[in-house]
Each structure stands twice: as C-alpha cells, then as structure tokens.
C-alpha cells in the first residue's frame, strides 16, 4: 500500500461520517450526512471501497439504482483534513459483510437489527479520490496567509494534497 492510499484510509477512518452526493431523477445533486461503516482496517478491500448501511425505502437507494456514480466527501475543520472520493455505488446482499460491520450506531437506524428487511448495505467502490491534510498550526498557517498575501505569492507548502486512484 502507498504512503498516498494509506492517509486516504487513515483519513476516512478517522473522520467517519461523510456526506453522500447521488443525482436525482431530476438531475440535481443531493449530498446527506453518513456514517462510513468501514471499522474493520484488516478486511483486505477495506481501502478499496467505503460502506454504508441505508433504509431501502429511501431516496439515496432510489437514485443509487438509477445512477451509481457517487461523490462521498469528508471534513474535519477542527484538524484541516478533507477527502473527496469518487466512485460507483451498489446494493450488497451479503449478510456476513453485514455483521461484521454491524454496530450499536447501527442499531440504532435500524432497531431491528442486521436481518431487518429495510437495511441495504452499500459499496461504494472507490475509483478516484482526493485528499488535502494540513499537519500545521493554525498560526503557522495563518503566517503563510499573511506572507502570500503581502508578497502577492500563493502559499506554499500548505500541508499534504494527493489524488489517488483506485485499483
């Protein structure tokens, strides 16, 4: 595993909760709030695809079905850290996948439980994704600004950015 495909996973795993973008029967874009259930950083295709468990009755399936393609994306301000994955999404009917990624946060979307007939799972394959991680203070960052702005030069070495594709 690259250094670039081991921060994209450490980074989703550490964020966790993303913002799903599908496309609607109308056209428009829609993004709602998620909860990666990727927990299991041993599966072997855990850094090529992100799961999610949703209601079959729901919108986001819906349009799932009808355009695969997705945007999932991921922001924590507090630590300048942002991933935007690219991919395409599928219904898994696999029910040890579901148990091995069940877990109290899931039941509570679904209180009946991993075999609750409205629960899809979802893979999300991963086929391109983008990071920006700034590993500096925010005075550090702040200064950079200052100097960019007074010099009339865009900061430089503002923290790691990578594109990285899927397999």
């Known amino acids: 595993m690259t250094h670039e495909d081991q921060t994209l996973r450490d980074l989703i795993e550490s964020i966790r909760f993303a913002m799903l973008t599908t496309r609607g029967s109308d056209g428009m874009l829609r993004s709602r709030p998620m909860t990666t259930q990727n927990t299991d950083a041993d599966n ?5 695809r992100l799961w999610f468990f949703m209601s079959r009755s729901s919108d986001p399936l819906s349009e799932l079905s009808a355009e695969p393609r997705v945007n999932v994306s991921y922001a924590d301000s507090g ?7 690219s991919g395409s999404a599928r219904i898994v009917d696999d029910l040890v996948i579901k148990q091995r990624l069940w877990s109290k946060m899931a039941e509570a979307w679904f209180p009946k439980g991993v075999e609750d ?3 899809a799972l979802v893979s999300v394959e991963i086929e391109e994704a983008e990071y920006w991680n700034v590993k500096q203070s925010k005075l550090v960052q702040v200064a950079k600004m200052v100097k960019a702005a ?3 030069k ?3 070495d503002m923290g790691e950015h990578a594109q990285v594709r899927g397999d």
């Open 150 to 152: 007074m010099t009339g």
């Open 117 to 119: 007939p409205d629960l």
């Open 154 to 156: 865009r900061p430089t």
């Open 44 to 48: 072997p295709d855990a850094g090529e």
């Open 79 to 85: 630590k300048d850290a942002y991933v935007s994955v």
